[in-house]
């Protein structure tokens, strides 16, 4: 068993090491995306393509990730995933170039793999934890992000000026920012991912690795017969696309009354801040306190942020501001207890493909969530997005009652 924790040492810190070069790689084309779409269209309608593309991205990818990680392991996978995420960066570098849009959006669709793996690797970092410290180890790589999320848009200038030296247009500079970094990712795990987690951990459950091929629906099916895994899917979906749905459309309710942009980022930042920044501490809590009960806490964080975001004007930063740190918090407990119990409520053989569907419906929800939220603030008002937004969240409130009642 000692050897057991020395490699869980070992794999949490490759796992945080390409974490961080990943985020940034994918945090600093953020910005620049939406840019090059709206520059290559001439419609800055058409700007959230690359937003939209990269999230698709990620979800197409979730399932393919997860089967290689069945058929040959994480390192296989994650390998995978940062990979086709760099070759992402090197498609958008020549649609941004020759303003092709085709090659632009395939670029940003391809990067979302590298989000996809990201995604994944949370679920890498507990294939051999134990019971007392799953959440924590979780929480360890879901924090690697913070650096690239706080760092990465920051980079867009330097990144540009580079371009510029190089006879690019200024924008793609981030994807050249992005080759590199999310390669480094991916050799990081391919030369240090070894002993791989996941084929030590079936190893140890003596089972063989898993290579079957199930299709989403029969995933589904074995989730449902599970109460508290379903419990698991619901809460990492809703959770997910509650916060989408409410972070997306928060800049647009503050430029209403012409909010500075720099006002607007800084409440992004902090909303940011607590999605990321507290990981651990949302880690340590529900390993202590337990996963349902980390769960009913991040319910009651995002009903809280639906509350004080949708009763604030549009100039009143300071209250958005709590809002949306508390928003972020909540996603936070929601994605951790969520993805730890998640881990803990179906058979080892059958992890990795639940894995796959979990971060497949988490991202579908997401894209969902933002497509939805447009739509109501342009019908209704963004306080009225906040009261549709809580609606499944109070639906998850009573489904997490009754799985408490028959556990």
Known sequence: MTEV???????????????VLGGLGVASTVAAGSLLVAGITGSEAMAGLSQTSGVLGAAAMALPLARLTARGGRRLALTAGYSLGALGALFAIVG?????????????????????????????????????????????????????????????????????????????????????????AALVLFSSLRPDPYLVAAKLADLPVEVSRRKVKAVLQEISKRPRALLALLTIAIGHAAMVSIMVMTPIHMAHVDVQLRVIGLVISIHVAGMYAFSPVIGYLTDRIGRLATIGLGISLLLTSAIISGTSAAEQSVQLAIGLFLLGL??????????????????????????GVADLVMNL???????????????????????????????????????????
């Open 365 to 407: 929800s997401g894209a969902l969530g933002g497509a939805v939220a447009g739509i109501i603030i342009a019908v209704l008002s963004y306080g009225w997005l906040c009261v549709m937004a809580s609606i499944p969240v109070i639906a998850l409130a009573f489904y997490l009652l009754k799985v408490k009642l028959i556990s």
């Open 96 to 184: 941004g170039t020759y303003r092709n849009i085709v090659l632009m959006l395939l670029g940003t669709f391809l990067v979302g793999a590298a989000s996809a793996a990201g995604y994944q690797s949370r679920f890498a970092a507990v294939d051999l934890a134990t019971d007392v410290s799953r959440a924590r180890n979780l929480s360890v790589v879901v924090w690697g992000a913070t650096v690239g999320a706080v760092i990465g848009p920051n980079l867009m200038q330097p990144a540009g000026t580079l371009a510029l030296a190089l006879g690019l247009p200024q924008l793609v500079g981030p994807y050249l920012f992005a080759s590199v970094v999310l390669t480094l």
């Open 5 to 19: 924790k020395q490699l869980q040492r070992r794999t949490l810190k490759v796992l945080a090491s390409a974490q």
């Open 330 to 355: 909540g996603w936070s407990a929601t994605l951790i207890a969520g993805s730890t119990l998640l881990t803990e409520s179906v058979p080892a053989n059958l992890k990795a493909g639940t894995q």
